[in-house]
Structures are given as structure tokens and as C-alpha cells.
């Protein structure tokens, strides 16, 4: 694998050094919203390139090669004009951007009305905006992205396609939401999963801590992460192909044609295939001599995904009916083999598989403004039908880790007899509709409603006692007032969340399975959320934010209606809640950033799985948890084109009561949330080397390295933890084996790209986990040694 | 300005020395030097915790070191009371320095079959110390193993085959020869279904009770309605064991006794038999049949030199104690039986919801084996349900008991009963700690 990536280097090194005479762009902005000139962010779309601008608002980039230019300014969050500049050789442009200017012609009044409404609706929310859009060209994935931001932790198996276990701001599991365009993912299935969704699909991943955003109407406990497409503004495409370790394969193919002056065309596609057999260890085997377990080594060989994606859109601008409306189709499939069961490496499957599809997933998006562009309207509907299947057709043969099946005697491999001869498939129908609507009333009040009603239609062809599914509707609606006091300095968001759940149908409410007690039910959960977010800008360098929720979590419809036999259905739950608490700091020069977020939370009626006799198991409102955490993050630029960052991250979440009344769980109050990382951050280094060796074209290095604490699988009592600081080091009174232990990893690569008039090419290349650490997952299951990824990507 | 950046600077350093390795000490245990002075932190108790059976802990001591009036906190004790915790469950068979379990990585009721041999290290740690693969999926495995003397054991190998009894050396752990019975049950019961539709198997052998007596090996023989939920149909109304002689390593005869379906419990690792020093062969049934109609709890037995059942000897928990009463562990001591006996009725379909396992209270008896309407009461306070353990051990030539009680203010720990009869209090934990199983290692 080295002499690959050394040969790669090899051949990519000639091409460095040609060098040809470069422009520079230089400018100055003005901004008409407000007198902040300094530190707005500067973006020349072609390079990739981002600067500051200083104090009197001025900024350059340069050593730009011959060519067309994009750049735009992006001051709070949002996205102003863009200027095409061309240069030539040795020529010096300038160029003068504006704030206020849109792209779209219309009078300058209805424009700043616009965009002091975006600005009031996000101020006060503290998100973390990863720039998908900027990382396009490395040869890394979406979840690589997410995993590096600070309070974020995802734990999976590795490799492409693996269900993953997301933690963020100290909630996980279904307490985190995911959300696709600001819209609940799951009328998309697992498409957009962060582990299979590669960058050039998407622009940008909004996380969200504490308070979300009133724009996105979920249930979340406190925490949730938006996936953001690309936007259709210009006839434009890429096209990349990613391969990898592992038999890994990923192309995507994205376009956008500008019809005529209203309409555009647009296609996003991807195909995902790897066979993920990365070699792990531990892995017991049958000697066929003695019977002894030994552990060995050994290839994963059951474990492939693939996957293909479509996604279509027309959208048309600036109607006299609509300001754009956009429709789309979606259409996905995908393949996951499954090597072995979710909590164990103990016996492997050769033969089970899971499949995914949803064919037709049309969605309409309609927006426009009225009254002066002080009323915003934003609708989307979607219907879609996704099925999800289960194979498990092997009978009477059992794998060992070589591959090699054995006879036995048995009517499946995973011993699951929930399928109905092996197979079982799962109907979801979902209706979704948004509604968004803000009001501007003048230029420091804005009041906003954003409802979300859904309808789930689930239907099994297992023991489904609905003979038209079970059905599941929600409806969730903010209302939020956002605000700005004494000159702009201090931001506020005001919501009132209502949630209302409501799910009719039959159900067996016997817990003996030969028995059956048929019951009507007709049940409605409902809540009411409230929540405070208030940002306090200091000066323009630094801003301190303050936000306090009661919030709401709806059980999910896997968790009320159960699978029709191992986990028995239980209408009785009710909704999660959570009161949070956040407060940051944020710092940021021309030079350097820090941020500091802490927050508490005290979250009750936690749903959780719960055996209730020898084989059967049933989620109940059990756990009710507090703690609070910490949250650091800064980045620094020592020198030109060299730029580190950091973050760290200390949760310290721990079990207050169970309302579980005879449990004898006294002993475990204060104890920590077993099974979950408490402390955990990374590093990153990136050092683009274009001046020093004078080139024309943009190659960076980069290093990546992230670091998680060891931490116990089981509740330990507090009383026995680890005795130094903050429970980092030191002396535990406990001997045991079920720990994850310290993992750390390393990821180092390379971004080439080099840019022609209208179009580029880049070429990037990461090898990870390049000390070939172990790294594993909840289930303590080892994850992929050193592996390498390559990428080329074609933009016009 | 200036001191800003001088903040700033270290609070990044700050950042960097976060990730300066912060390792905690003495968390795994990777000890696997074994142990080999014996004379000290010999006895092994192991415990689950109060609130879930998936953390079984095993903490060695010098039983002379233990001041019986004291409630000791035994992880808090962790220079008296050695802890570890190698992830598998207490097995209940156990010879010389070693431990046999069955069950490894417990969620719930499902975990990772096999047949674990753990031992202690040289830090007087359990730890797993070798094992033999058994590729049965991980729902309802059978758990049922017989140690025959030190260089030979029986266990049940369903990944062979749905009948297949497989010899093994417990000092060596090399496999030895299998039986498959199948034919066997084909002969005794000829319109038998072995599988169902699916290909499941629905004759079991050894998953109930495995033992011996004398030179015959007894297997339970159990013959499915649904492979689902291990459900025994209600017209059945017999318990079979299969005979099969050692020596030969061969299939003798099938065996019935009526009025009993099952005996012990599917995935538990309790050991329902036992034999007295004359040799009698004692079965205990609890009367469990999953979700369908309970039978009375029975103890019934094969005599010394018959390899028949003893239809004229039996005892009927019911008719002693009242509907619903179970006897849930056996075992024999100085020619006496020993039960461990429900107070009220047991609640067979709620029996793992916490408030039956914390609320239902069962008591401990002796039983006079040549009268058996002659039992008494032991004076020893009542514990908690034990459906995954058999609170019996007989060490140092003492009936050693746990008592587990989940309830604070409940006892809960550890009795001795020796031949003459005394009763004597040997350890007193706090609740959180479930008492499972007692052992004494040695060379």
C-alpha cells in the first residue's frame, strides 16, 4: 500500500512543477447591512480559496493562473453576490463587493429586507457549519467531516455503507436527528446516511447543538444534522471517482444546465461499492482437530454494499407566481451484506443480506416572498415508499471466519425466527409536509412558523395484525420570534414547539406469544417545547450565546410498535423530555479562532430497550440522566497557507434514577452513561505548498488526528472510576475486559489541483489510520487497520 | 491585544496536551500468567449485579481473611476481594484450578455460546484461559455440561448436529468422539418431527439435564411442538432421558417419567441434578413450560445400580408447600436432599420482570431422602429467585449457599452447613452484589 501511495507521489511531483505567470485579485467591501467590514469571508469558488478581509474591509488572493473567477463575501452564515473576474497574465483585478447585493435583479429595498430576514432567522442558533462544498476534492467521506467537529463522535464498524451511532452535544441514539435540506431524513431511508453519502453529493452538513433552528420542525432532544445539496445557480458539473482500499469504488456525477433565464435542470448522482474486507483480529475460530477456539486474523468476507443514487431536479427562478420552485425525484437502491449480528464478531454469516430501495421519491419545493419581501413562504411536500427487506435463506449451514460453511442444523443463520422463511420485508409510506413561514415585521423583529405534519404507513409481512399497516401521524409546529436589541449586539430566538403524535390500530398486548390479546388503540402523545436562545455580540472579533430549551422527543414508530415478536409493541410510551442548558464563546481574528461551548442537560423518560422474559424485550421509559459538558475547539494560521485545528470535547453525562421502581439501581446514580465516549478530540494540520515551491496550482498536505478516550462498556460506580483528573487517568477499582480502550488514529494525504480557464481537475489521495492503530465501535468490534483512498474530480 | 494571544496560544497548547495519553491503569485484564500458589485468594465467589445479569463478577479471597459480621462493599474491598470480570457468566462446573462457563458476553438473555474455561491468573484474576467453539446461533443455546472425571466431560454440540453429544478432556480441552442419537429417537419414536418447516431443530438433547451415574450418561431427550421459545406440547406430558454408556460410548435406551415435562431450565446453567453419596441420581423439576400449563414441581430420581427411573420414591413440592411452589436448586449433602423452595407461588410469565425477581422470596430446606414427607426449614434468611444459578456448592466437605438478595436490608451473601449439622454465616455483601456461585481453586 505504501509503494502505491509512494508511486502516486512519484508521478504526481512532475507535474508541480510547472508553473506558468499567475494574476492576483484584490478588493474591498462594502457593506450596507451594517459597518462590520473586518473578518467577513471571502471565497474564490474556483481554488477553493477563502480569505478574511482586514480592517477597512479590503482582501487579495493570489498567484491566481490565467482563467474566469468566482468570489463571493459570506458574512453571517449567508451567501451574497457573486463577481466573475477574469485575469491574465501578470494582471492585477480589482474588484469591489457588496453585502447587500443579490444575485437575483430586484429592487435594493425588497434585497435588504431579504436579507436582514436570513440574518434574524439564524443570529441567536449556534450551529457548525461544515463546508462540505470546500472538501469535494479529498478523498474522504462525508462522515470523516462530520466525525472531526468538536462535541461530534460517530462509531461504527468502518467501511462504506455501516450503520453508525452518532453522538453530539452529549445525546445519541434516536435523541439525534438527521435531516436532509432541513426536512426529517426519513422519507429518503438510509440513502443519505453519513456513511454512504459521498461530498460531491451534498454542499454542506449543518450541526446543530442545544436550540435548533425554528426552520427545522424535529422532535430532537437537543441536538440534530442537517445535510445540505448543492444549489442550482449556473451550468456547472463535476465528476469524480474515488477508489480505495478494500475493493472500494465511488463515482458521483452532478450537473447543473441553465435552460433558459428561469429554469434550470439539475441531476446528483453517486454509486457506492465496496466489498469491506478489512482484515480484523480477535476473530475465534474452530480448530478442526481439537474444537479449541483459537483467534486469528482474518478478512471480513461477507460484508460488500453497494449502492446507486438519483436524484433529478427542475427548478425555475423568479416567476411571477413563485420566487422558485423546484421539483425532484429521488430514487435509490442499495445492497448490504451482513457478515455478522449487530453486537458481535462471535459467529460470522455468509449468506445474510440486507436490501433497500425507494424507486419513485417525488418532493416539490415551492418559495416566495410577499409584502415587500417581508413575508417568506416556503412549502415542500414528499411522498415516498421505501422497502426494506431482510435475507437470511441459508438453512442448515453455519460460516467460520475462513469463509467455509459447516453443516448444522438449524432453519437460518442468524437464528432470527422473526423472518418468515427467511425473508422479511417492511413497507414504509410517508406523506411529508413543510411549511415555512417568517414575517419580517420590521428591521429588528421577525416572527416565524415552521410546521411539519407527517403520515407513516408501516406494513410487514410478518404478523402484521393491521391488514393496511399500522399507521403513525406527526405533526410538529414551532413559533419563534427573532430579535435584535441595542444595535444589533444582542440576537434573540423565542420558539414554542408543539408536538402531537398520534398512532390508531390494533396491537397484541399479551406478552405470551401463544396467546393472543388483540387490542384497539388509539393513543395520542403530545408536548409542548420551549426554548431561549440570545446571542450577545461582544465586539466584532467575539460574540457570547446563551440558549435554555424544555424540549420534547415523540417515540419513534420502531419503538411504540415494536417487530411483531422479539420486541413487543408498547403503546403506553410516552414522549422523552429534556431540559438544556448551552452557553459558548466564541473568538475569532485574521489569524486564529477559539470557541469554548458548555452545556447541561437533564433529560427524563429516557426510552430504552428492556427485557421482559427469557426471549422477549420491549421499550419502556426508564432512565433519567443529567450532566453536562465542555466543548473547546480554535484553529491558528502560524503562517501563510498553514493552518491548524483543534477541538476537545468532555461530556460528563451521568444515570440519575430509573423509574424502573424495584430495580436495585441505587448503586449506579452518578454513575456515567456506560458506553459512551466522555473525552474525545482532534487535530488537524493542512499546509498548501503553492508559494513555497512557487507553483501555479494549489497542493496541500494534510494531517488528521483524533484521539478517544478509553471508556466502559458497562455502568461503573462513580465511587470506582479512575481516581486523577476528571476521571482521566489514575487507578480504577475495577478489573474488567469490557472497556474500549484509548483509541488514536492518524490520517495523512494530499490535495493537487490544478485549474484551466473554465474548468479543473484535482487529485487527491489520504491514507488512514496510518500508524494502523485498533480502532473499534460500541461493541468493542475492531474497525479497518491502515487502508488508503484516492480521488479524482473533474469541475466545469 | 497582546494578551490576548498570549491566552489564546495556551489555551491551544492547552488543546494539544489534551490528547498526551491520559491512560488508566489496571482496567483490562491481560494477565494470563497463570496462578500457582493456591494457599491464598483460593475461594472464588461470583456475583451479578443487582440490576442486570450481564455483569457477572468474580472476586477471589482467603476465606479465613473474612470477618463474617462485616457487609463488605467487595469492589471498595479490592485488596481482600480481587475482582475481574473476563465477560462471560459464573459456569456452574468447576475441578482443580479451573472454571467452566457457558455463556460469554451476556445481553440479556442471549450471549455468545461456547465452553469457556477460565482460571486464575498470577494477580488472582479470572480470565478466560481456553475454550471450545460451539457454532450454535446465540438464541436459546444450551448450556448443560457434565464433567465426568478430569479427562473426560459431555456437552451438547448442537452445531454438529440437533442430537449430537460431544465428548471432550477437561485438562487438555481436545475433543473427543461425538454420538449422534438421532437414529436412536427416530427408533424409540418413529413418527418424530426432527425439523420444522424451516429447518429449525425440534429434538434437543442435553439441553436440560446432562449427568451421570456410574458408568451411564443421562441426557434429557425433549421433543419440541415449535423450535420457537423451546415450547414442549401440552399432550406430552413426559420427561425423557436417553441412557447412554460411557465406556462404549454408545446409546443404551430411552427412559420416561411421567407427569414432568421439563427439568431445570433451557438457558440457565444451573445444574437440576444431583447425587448423593450412595449414588443415587436426583432430578429437580421447577415445572416450567415457557408460556404453556405449568406441572407441579417434582424431585424424582434414578436409584444407585438401576438405570430406570424410581417410580416409587418422589416428592411433590405442591403437596408440601401449596399451589404454585417450586423448588428451583438441588443438591445433595451428607445423604440429604437440599432444596431451595418458593415462599408463595412462582410467577412463571412475568419471572424476569424485576419486581417478581426482587419481590418473590424462596427458602432453603433439607430433606430426609429415606422419608421425604420429613423436611425442615433451614434457619437461614430467604433469597431472592435464582433461575440462572444453583445456590448449592459443596467445598472443603461443606454445603456451602448463596443467599441473593437484591433488596437493601435483605441479607445477602454467603452460609456453610457442615455434616454435623452447624450453621455458620461465612460472608455478608452489600445488595448490589447478586451472589451466584461459590468455588474453591486448587493446583
Not at chain 1, 159 to 178: E, P, Y
Not at chain 1, 715 to 720: A, D, H, L, S
Not at chain 2, 82 to 90: A, F, G, K, L
Not at chain 2, 260 to 274: I, L, W
Amino acid at each position: 500500500m505504501f509503494r502505491n501511495f509512494t508511486c502516486l507521489l512519484l508521478i504526481l511531483f512532475p507535474l508541480l512543477v510547472l508553473s506558468q505567470s499567475t494574476g492576483v485579485i484584490q478588493g474591498k467591501l462594502i457593506n450596507a447591512l451594517d459597518d462590520q467590514v473586518e473578518n467577513v469571508e471571502i471565497r474564490l469558488v474556483e481554488t477553493n480559496g477563502k480569505t478574511l478581509t482586514n480592517k477597512e474591509g479590503r482582501f487579495i488572493f493570489k498567484n491566481l493562473p490565467p482563467g474566469n473567477y468566482n468570489i463571493y463575501p459570506i458574512y453571517d452564515g449567508f451567501q451574497f453576490g457573486i463577481e466573475t473576474i477574469q485575469i491574465k497574465s501578470g494582471e492585477v483585478q480589482n474588484v469591489i463587493l457588496h453585502i447587500e447585493m443579490m444575485t437575483y435583479d430586484l429592487d435594493e429595498v425588497r434585497l435588504k429586507t431579504l436579507s436582514l430576514s436570513e440574518k434574524l432567522k439564524n443570529s441567536a442558533i449556534k450551529s457548525d457549519i461544515i463546508s462540505v462544498e470546500t472538501n469535494t476534492r479529498r478523498a474522504n467521506s462525508v462522515e470523516d467531516l462530520v466525525d472531526k467537529s468538536p462535541g461530534v463522535k460517530i462509531r461504527n464498524i468502518g467501511g462504506l455503507g455501516s450503520t453508525s451511532n452518532v453522538i453530539v452535544g452529549g445525546f445519541q441514539g434516536n435523541a439525534v436527528k438527521f435531516l436532509y435540506d432541513d426536512i426529517p431524513i426519513d422519507y429518503l431511508g438510509s440513502n443519505y446516511g453519513l456513511t454512504k453519502v459521498p461530498t460531491n453529493a451534498i454542499s454542506r452538513v449543518e450541526i446543530y447543538k442545544g436550540v435548533l433552528p425554528t426552520k427545522i420542525g424535529v422532535d430532537a432532544l437537543g441536538s440534530a444534522i442537517n445535510i445540505v445539496p448543492k444549489n442550482i445557480n449556473k451550468t456547472s458539473g463535476t465528476v469524480s471517482y474515488e477508489t480505495g482500499s478494500f475493493d472500494t469504488h465511488i463515482a458521483t456525477a452532478n450537473a447543473s444546465i441553465k435552460l433558459n433565464e428561469h429554469l434550470y435542470f439539475g441531476v446528483n448522482s453517486f454509486y457506492n461499492y465496496s466489498k469491506n474486507n478489512y482484515k480484523v483480529d480477535d476473530l475465534p475460530y474452530k480448530d478442526p482437530n481439537s474444537g479449541k477456539v483459537a483467534y486469528i486474523r482474518e478478512r471480513l468476507f461477507h460484508n460488500a454494499f453497494n449502492q446507486h443514487s438519483l436524484e433529478f431536479s427542475l427548478q425555475a427562478y423568479k416567476l411571477s407566481w413563485a420566487e422558485s420552485i423546484e421539483f425532484k425525484v429521488n430514487s435509490y437502491g442499495l445492497k448490504k451484506e451482513i457478515q455478522n449480528d449487530p453486537f458481535s464478531r462471535a459467529r460470522p454469516f455468509g449468506e445474510v443480506y440486507r436490501r433497500e430501495r425507494g424507486n419513485f421519491i417525488p418532493s416539490v419545493k415551492y418559495k416566495n416572498h410577499f409584502f415587500e419581501n417581508r413575508l417568506s413562504v416556503n412549502q415542500f411536500l414528499v411522498f415516498s415508499q421505501i422497502y426494506f427487506e431482510i435475507f437470511d435463506l441459508a438453512k442448515n449451514v453455519y460460516y467460520d471466519w475462513k469463509g467455509v460453511a459447516h453443516p448444522t442444523n438449524s432453519g437460518s443463520e442468524m437464528g432470527n425466527m422473526l423472518l418468515d422463511k427467511g425473508y422479511l420485508e417492511n413497507n414504509f409510506k410517508q406523506f411529508t409536509s413543510r411549511t415555512n413561514l417568517n414575517y419580517l415585521i420590521n428591521e429588528y423583529f421577525q416572527i416565524e412558523n415552521n410546521t411539519v405534519f407527517s403520515h407513516y404507513n408501516r406494513k410487514s409481512n410478518v404478523g402484521d395484525l393491521n391488514l393496511n399497516g399500522t399507521n403513525y401521524n406527526k405533526l410538529i409546529t414551532n413559533f419563534a420570534l427573532n430579535s435584535q436589541f441595542f444595535d444589533r449586539k444582542l440576537e434573540s430566538n423565542t420558539q414554542f414547539k408543539f408536538l402531537l403524535g398520534n398512532f390508531a390500530g390494533q396491537y397484541n398486548a399479551s406478552e405470551n406469544p401463544l396467546e393472543e390479546n388483540i387490542i384497539n388503540k388509539d393513543v395520542v402523545n403530545t408536548g409542548l417545547s420551549f426554548s431561549q436562545a440570545l446571542k450577545y455580540n461582544v465586539n466584532a472579533k467575539s460574540y457570547v450565546r446563551l440558549s435554555y430549551e424544555n424540549t420534547f422527543r415523540l417515540p419513534e414508530q420502531q419503538e411504540l410498535f415494536g417487530d411483531n415478536n422479539f420486541i413487543i409493541a408498547n403503546y403506553e410510551l410516552t414522549p422523552e423530555e429534556s431540559r438544556n442548558m448551552n452557553l459558548g464563546y466564541t473568538f475569532a481574528a485574521e489569524t486564529y479562532g477559539f470557541e469554548i461551548n458548555t452545556y447541561y442537560r437533564d433529560t427524563k423518560n429516557l426510552i430504552r430497550l428492556k427485557d421482559i422474559n427469557q426471549y422477549q424485550a420491549t421499550f419502556l421509559n426508564l432512565d433519567n440522566v443529567k450532566g453536562f459538558g465542555v466543548e473547546l475547539q480554535a484553529h491558528y494560521e502560524p503562517l501563510d497557507n498553514l493552518r491548524l485545528s483543534g477541538n476537545l470535547t468532555w461530556n460528563d453525562f451521568r444515570l440519575q434514577s430509573s423509574n424502573d421502581s424495584y430495580e436495585n439501581k441505587e448503586h449506579f446514580k452518578n454513575a456515567r452513561i456506560a458506553n459512551m465516549p466522555f473525552y474525545y478530540g482532534n487535530f488537524s494540520a493542512s499546509y498548501n505548498v503553492k508559494e513555497v515551491l512557487n507553483l501555479s496550482t494549489d497542493l496541500s498536505f494534510f494531517w488528521d488526528y483524533s484521539y478517544v478516550h478509553q471508556y466502559y462498556l458497562d455502568y461503573i460506580e462513580k465511587q470506582f472510576e479512575p481516581n486523577g483528573f476528571l476521571g482521566l487517568f489514575g487507578n480504577s477499582k475495577i478489573n474488567t475486559s469490557r472497556i474500549i480502550p484509548n483509541q488514536q488514529t492518524h490520517n495523512f494525504g494530499f490535495i493537487y489541483v490544478r485549474d484551466f480557464s473554465k474548468q479543473s481537475i484535482s487529485f487527491s489521495a489520504e491514507l488512514k489510520n496510518v500508524f494502523n492503530e485498533d480502532v473499534y465501535n460500541e461493541f468493542k468490534m475492531q474497525s479497518p487497520g491502515r487502508h488508503f483512498r484516492a480521488k479524482i474530480t473533474y469541475s466545469f | 491585544m497582546m494578551k490576548f494571544k498570549i491566552f489564546y496560544k495556551a489555551f491551544f497548547c492547552f488543546l494539544l496536551l489534551g490528547f498526551i495519553s491520559c491512560e488508566v491503569n489496571n482496567l483490562d485484564d491481560a494477565n494470563k500468567i497463570p496462578k500457582s500458589d493456591y494457599s491464598s485468594f483460593n475461594y472464588v465467589l461470583a456475583t451479578e449485579d443487582a440490576s442486570t445479569a450481564n455483569i457477572t463478577r468474580f472476586f477471589s479471597f482467603t476465606l479465613d481473611d473474612v470477618d463474617p459480621n462485616k457487609t463488605y462493599d467487595l469492589i471498595q474491598e479490592n485488596q481482600k476481594f480481587i475482582n475481574s470480570d473476563p465477560s462471560t457468566s459464573s459456569g456452574h462446573q468447576f475441578f482443580k484450578n479451573y472454571i467452566f462457563s457457558m455463556a460469554k458476553d451476556k445481553r440479556g438473555f442471549s450471549s455468545t455460546p461456547g465452553l469457556f474455561r477460565l482460571s486464575l491468573n498470577s494477580s488472582d484474576q479470572i480470565f478466560i484461559e481456553s475454550e471450545i467453539f460451539i457454532g450454535k446461533d446465540n438464541l436459546f443455546p444450551s448450556r448443560k455440561l457434565v464433567l465426568y472425571n478430569e479427562n473426560l466431560g459431555f456437552y451438547f454440540n448442537e452445531d454438529t448436529g440437533g442430537q449430537t453429544i460431544q465428548s471432550f478432556n477437561p485438562l487438555t480441552m481436545q475433543l473427543g468422539e461425538s454420538l449422534n442419537l438421532r437414529d436412536n429417537i427416530k427408533a424409540f419414536r418413529p413418527d418424530a418431527e426432527f425439523e420444522d418447516e424451516y429447518g429449525n431443530n425440534l429434538i434437543r438433547t442435553g439441553s436440560l439435564v446432562m449427568d451421570y451415574q456410574d458408568d451411564k450418561l443421562y441426557v434429557s431427550v425433549v421433543f419440541l411442538k415449535e423450535a420457537s421459545f423451546n415450547i414442549i406440547p401440552e399432550t406430552d406430558n413426559n420427561f425423557y432421558l436417553a441412557v447412554i454408556d460411557i465406556p462404549s460410548f454408545s446409546f443404551e435406551k430411552i427412559i420416561s417419567y411421567a407427569g414432568v415435562k421439563t427439568v431445570g431450565f433451557y438457558v440457565s446453567e444451573n445444574n437440576p441434578t444431583t447425587k448423593d453419596e450412595d449414588g443415587n441420581l436426583y432430578f429437580c423439576s421447577w415445572g416450567w413450560n415457557q408460556f404453556s400449563k405449568h406441572d407441579p414441581s417434582k424431585v424424582f430420581r434414578i436409584k444407585a445400580g438401576e438405570t430406570d427411573f424410581d417410580r416409587d420414591w418422589e416428592i411433590d413440592i405442591e403437596s408440601h408447600f401449596g399451589e404454585g411452589r417450586i423448588a428451583q436448586s438441588i443438591t445433595s449433602y451428607n445423604n440429604k436432599l437440599y432444596l431451595h423452595i418458593s415462599k408463595d407461588p412462582y410467577l412463571f410469565t412475568s419471572s424476569e420482570d424485576v419486581s417478581t425477581r426482587n419481590g418473590l422470596e424462596l427458602s432453603y430446606y433439607e430433606y430426609d431422602t429415606d422419608n421425604p414427607q420429613n423436611f425442615t426449614r433451614l434457619d437461614i434468611p430467604t433469597s431472592n429467585p435464582s433461575a440462572r444459578m444453583n445456590i448449592f456448592n459443596i467445598i472443603d466437605d461443606k454445603l456451602f449457599i448463596v443467599v441473593p438478595n437484591a433488596i437493601p436490608g435483605n441479607f445477602s451473601g454467603l452460609y456453610s452447613l457442615d455434616r454435623k449439622g452447624t450453621l455458620k454465616k461465612e460472608l455478608q455483601i452489600e445488595n448490589k452484589y447478586r451472589p451466584t456461585r461459590f468455588y474453591k481453586l486448587g493446583n
